[in-house]
Protein backbone atom coordinates (compact mmCIF):
# COMPACT_ATOMS: atom_id res chain seq x y z
CA UNK A 1 0.00 0.00 0.00
CA UNK A 2 1.45 3.09 -1.01
CA UNK A 3 -0.52 6.58 0.02
CA UNK A 4 -4.01 5.64 -1.77
CA UNK A 5 -6.91 3.58 -0.30
CA UNK A 6 -6.23 0.70 1.67
CA UNK A 7 -5.93 -2.97 0.13
CA UNK A 8 -8.43 -5.64 1.13
CA UNK A 9 -6.31 -7.29 3.98
CA UNK A 10 -6.10 -3.90 5.62
CA UNK A 11 -9.56 -2.88 5.22
CA UNK A 12 -10.78 -6.78 6.53
CA UNK A 13 -8.18 -6.03 9.84
CA UNK A 14 -9.55 -2.06 10.32
CA UNK A 15 -13.55 -3.98 9.91
CA UNK A 16 -12.02 -6.43 12.57
CA UNK A 17 -10.90 -3.99 15.13
CA UNK A 18 -13.88 -1.65 14.64
CA UNK A 19 -15.81 -4.89 15.21
CA UNK A 20 -14.14 -6.32 18.29
CA UNK A 21 -14.24 -2.87 19.95
CA UNK A 22 -17.58 -2.03 19.73
CA UNK A 23 -18.15 -5.49 21.35
CA UNK A 24 -16.10 -5.42 23.89
CA UNK A 25 -17.52 -2.29 24.61
CA UNK A 26 -21.17 -3.60 24.48
CA UNK A 27 -19.51 -6.01 27.18
CA UNK A 28 -18.14 -3.14 29.63
CA UNK A 29 -21.58 -1.58 29.38
CA UNK A 30 -23.30 -4.77 30.10
CA UNK A 31 -21.32 -5.72 33.02
CA UNK A 32 -23.11 -2.06 34.73
CA UNK A 33 -26.47 -2.35 33.19
CA UNK A 34 -29.71 -3.49 34.76
CA UNK A 35 -30.89 -7.41 34.58
CA UNK A 36 -34.10 -6.22 32.42
CA UNK A 37 -33.86 -5.77 28.84
CA UNK A 38 -34.08 -3.16 26.80
CA UNK A 39 -29.85 -3.57 26.15
CA UNK A 40 -28.89 -0.93 24.17
CA UNK A 41 -26.15 -3.37 22.27
CA UNK A 42 -28.65 -5.97 22.38
CA UNK A 43 -29.52 -6.78 18.02
CA UNK A 44 -32.21 -9.99 18.85
CA UNK A 45 -34.21 -10.10 21.56
CA UNK A 46 -35.52 -13.65 20.53
CA UNK A 47 -31.68 -14.31 21.13
CA UNK A 48 -31.27 -13.19 24.81
CA UNK A 49 -33.32 -13.60 27.76
CA UNK A 50 -32.90 -12.17 31.43
CA UNK A 51 -34.11 -13.23 34.71
CA UNK A 52 -34.01 -11.51 38.19
CA UNK A 53 -29.97 -11.63 38.48
CA UNK A 54 -28.74 -12.16 34.99
CA UNK A 55 -28.83 -11.24 31.38
CA UNK A 56 -27.65 -12.49 28.30
CA UNK A 57 -27.32 -10.12 25.01
CA UNK A 58 -27.19 -11.42 21.65
CA UNK A 59 -24.51 -9.47 20.58
CA UNK A 60 -24.22 -10.61 16.55
CA UNK A 61 -26.50 -12.87 14.90
CA UNK A 62 -25.59 -14.38 11.56
CA UNK A 63 -28.06 -15.57 8.80
CA UNK A 64 -29.31 -19.18 9.26
CA UNK A 65 -27.95 -21.86 7.34
CA UNK A 66 -30.95 -23.35 6.14
CA UNK A 67 -30.03 -23.93 2.31
CA UNK A 68 -26.02 -24.38 3.52
CA UNK A 69 -26.20 -28.02 2.85
CA UNK A 70 -22.63 -28.60 2.88
CA UNK A 71 -21.63 -26.31 5.92
CA UNK A 72 -19.35 -24.77 3.40
CA UNK A 73 -20.48 -21.08 4.38
CA UNK A 74 -21.60 -22.32 8.26
CA UNK A 75 -17.57 -23.08 8.84
CA UNK A 76 -16.23 -19.96 7.67
CA UNK A 77 -18.67 -18.10 9.30
CA UNK A 78 -18.43 -19.98 13.14
CA UNK A 79 -14.80 -19.14 12.31
CA UNK A 80 -15.34 -15.60 12.45
CA UNK A 81 -17.24 -15.43 15.05
CA UNK A 82 -14.68 -17.35 17.44
CA UNK A 83 -12.17 -15.31 15.96
CA UNK A 84 -13.92 -12.07 16.63
CA UNK A 85 -15.28 -13.16 20.03
CA UNK A 86 -10.90 -14.14 21.08
CA UNK A 87 -10.29 -10.58 19.81
CA UNK A 88 -13.22 -9.40 22.64
CA UNK A 89 -11.78 -11.94 25.06
CA UNK A 90 -8.07 -10.64 24.96
CA UNK A 91 -9.29 -6.50 25.02
CA UNK A 92 -11.29 -7.57 28.27
CA UNK A 93 -8.37 -9.73 29.81
CA UNK A 94 -6.11 -6.01 29.31
CA UNK A 95 -9.00 -4.26 31.12
CA UNK A 96 -10.29 -7.12 33.75
CA UNK A 97 -7.12 -9.35 33.87
CA UNK A 98 -7.24 -12.89 32.86
CA UNK A 99 -10.18 -14.94 32.25
CA UNK A 100 -11.80 -18.07 33.41
CA UNK A 101 -13.51 -20.56 31.37
CA UNK A 102 -16.74 -22.23 32.52
CA UNK A 103 -17.63 -24.95 30.71
CA UNK A 104 -21.75 -25.41 30.29
CA UNK A 105 -21.56 -29.26 29.50
CA UNK A 106 -22.77 -30.07 33.30
CA UNK A 107 -25.47 -27.60 33.19
CA UNK A 108 -26.21 -28.86 29.38
CA UNK A 109 -26.80 -32.36 30.47
CA UNK A 110 -28.67 -31.79 33.28
CA UNK A 111 -30.67 -29.20 30.86
CA UNK A 112 -31.84 -32.19 29.07
CA UNK A 113 -32.26 -34.74 31.41
CA UNK A 114 -35.00 -32.75 33.33
CA UNK A 115 -32.61 -32.45 35.93
CA UNK A 116 -32.64 -28.43 37.78
CA UNK A 117 -29.94 -25.93 36.85
CA UNK A 118 -29.52 -22.80 37.87
CA UNK A 119 -31.44 -20.20 36.63
CA UNK A 120 -28.42 -18.17 35.15
CA UNK A 121 -26.89 -21.47 32.90
CA UNK A 122 -30.84 -22.67 32.42
CA UNK A 123 -31.06 -19.62 30.54
CA UNK A 124 -27.73 -20.26 28.60
CA UNK A 125 -29.30 -23.53 27.77
CA UNK A 126 -32.63 -22.80 26.59
CA UNK A 127 -31.11 -20.31 24.43
CA UNK A 128 -29.21 -23.16 22.78
CA UNK A 129 -25.75 -21.76 24.26
CA UNK A 130 -24.06 -24.80 24.97
CA UNK A 131 -20.39 -23.81 24.63
CA UNK A 132 -17.95 -22.87 27.17
CA UNK A 133 -18.19 -19.35 28.06
CA UNK A 134 -15.04 -17.06 28.67
CA UNK A 135 -15.38 -15.39 32.41
CA UNK A 136 -14.60 -12.80 34.89
CA UNK A 137 -15.77 -11.13 37.98
CA UNK A 138 -16.95 -7.45 38.05
CA UNK A 139 -17.80 -5.29 40.61
CA UNK A 140 -19.43 -8.59 42.30
CA UNK A 141 -20.83 -10.05 38.85
CA UNK A 142 -19.71 -12.61 36.89
CA UNK A 143 -19.59 -10.99 33.54
CA UNK A 144 -19.29 -13.23 30.34
CA UNK A 145 -18.85 -13.97 26.63
CA UNK A 146 -19.76 -16.72 24.26
CA UNK A 147 -20.72 -18.04 20.99
CA UNK A 148 -23.69 -20.29 20.44
CA UNK A 149 -25.91 -22.07 18.08
CA UNK A 150 -29.01 -23.62 18.91
CA UNK A 151 -28.50 -25.94 15.62
CA UNK A 152 -27.12 -26.40 12.51
CA UNK A 153 -29.60 -24.71 10.79
CA UNK A 154 -30.30 -21.83 13.17
CA UNK A 155 -27.64 -18.53 13.32
CA UNK A 156 -24.50 -18.26 15.12
CA UNK A 157 -24.39 -15.73 17.96
CA UNK A 158 -22.08 -13.93 19.52
CA UNK A 159 -23.39 -12.75 22.74
CA UNK A 160 -22.67 -11.39 26.45
CA UNK A 161 -23.50 -12.04 29.59
CA UNK A 162 -24.20 -10.59 33.13
CA UNK A 163 -25.00 -12.74 36.51
CA UNK A 164 -24.97 -11.36 40.33
CA UNK A 165 -25.42 -14.98 41.49
CA UNK A 166 -22.91 -16.69 42.75
CA UNK A 167 -20.80 -19.21 41.20
CA UNK A 168 -22.35 -22.27 41.68
CA UNK A 169 -20.29 -25.45 42.18
CA UNK A 170 -21.18 -27.60 38.92
CA UNK A 171 -20.73 -31.12 41.38
CA UNK A 172 -23.58 -29.95 43.42
Given at each position: ??G??P????R??????A?V??R??????L??A???P??P??VD???S??????AI???????D??E???F???DT?L???E????G?V?A???R?????TV?L?V????HL????VP??Y?S?????Y???LE?W???????A??V??P????????F??V?G?PD????D
Amino acid sequence: MTGGAPDAAARDALAFKAAVDARTAAVERLATAPYAPPWPDGVDPGRSGSGADFAIVALRVSADFYEDEDFEVHDTVLDAYETELWGVVHALDARWGAHRTVGLSVYADRHLAGEPVPPFYASLCELGYFGDLETWRVGGRLVAVGVGQPDAEEPVVLFGAVSGAPDPDPAD
